[in-house]
Each structure stands twice: as C-alpha cells, then as structure tokens.
C-alpha cells in the first residue's frame, strides 16, 4: 500500500501558528469557530505543547508553544464561512477583539475581523456576489478614491 504524499484531511498549505499558550488558543477555537481536535496535542517533557491541530470548517491549523529558536510568529487566517455576522458576534463574545466590524466590501464578500489573545488575526467572510474583473477595477478606484477623501 502506497503512503499519500498529502495526508487525507489536510490541504497542500496548511498554517502553522507558534503562541504561547496553545491550550487557551484551541479554547478559542473551539468556542468562537467551533473548532474540533483530531488528535490529542503532543507534549514535551516540560508539560509544553510541541504540537497540536484543530480542525475549523474543512481546514486543519497545526500550532505549537514557543520553543528554542521558534518564537511566537502572528498570523492573519482568512475563513470563509456560511454566517461572517454571527460568527463575528460569536468570536467577541469567546473573548477576540474587534478589528474591523462586518461590511460589505466592494470585490463581493461581506468580512471583518477579529484578533485573538495570542495576537493572531482572523478574517471573516461571507462572498455574496461574482462581481466582474472590470466592474471590479472601478469598484476598487472609487474605494481607494473615498479611502483618501475620509
């Protein structure tokens, strides 16, 4: 039996976050994206998470403590989800705080974010509209024109 060079479960990029504290960041997880574990966290001998997973949505994010010369790294992780309002709402209320509140946005997804305890930011979508290359363009000209202007 051959062995898959992907993994099932796993996509081809898979984020790697290193932060402090991993077990209160998958508490996070799991209250404001419902994430699951697909396996219990691995440990070093000095009770530190060298490595764990969860699973949110369709993708798995692998994460680890601080340890020798991999030190805490932020991120910015983009889900795509069916309800960005509610679980915006929900991810506040498990403790993120605001970056940018929910809008539409001009390129046809409805997004904000929110920015975790270890620092880690997390963009919510909803795409709400295919919106044409070049009616993309001019959309984009006259936010960056209003951007200048406010």
Request: hydrophobic residues 40%.
């Amino acid at each position: 039996m051959s062995v898959k060079p992907v993994p099932d479960g796993y996509g081809t990029v898979t984020p790697y976050l290193i932060v402090p504290d991993v077990a209160k960041v998958i508490d996070f997880l799991k209250q404001a994206f419902d994430a699951s574990e697909p396996h219990p966290p691995h440990k070093a001998p000095d009770g530190r998470v060298m490595h764990a997973e969860v699973q949110i949505g369709t993708s798995r994010v692998m994460m680890g403590e601080p340890m020798g010369e991999f030190m805490p790294m932020p991120a910015m992780l983009h889900l795509y989800v069916e309800d960005c309002d509610a679980l915006y709402k929900r991810a506040i209320e498990a403790g993120a705080t605001p970056v940018m509140e929910i809008a539409d946005q001009f390129y046809g997804d409805r997004s904000g974010g929110v920015k975790d305890l270890a620092g880690n930011m997390w963009w919510l979508s909803t795409h709400k509209e295919d919106v044409p290359p070049a009616e993309l363009e001019e959309r984009a000209k006259a936010a960056m024109a209003a951007r200048k202007s406010g």
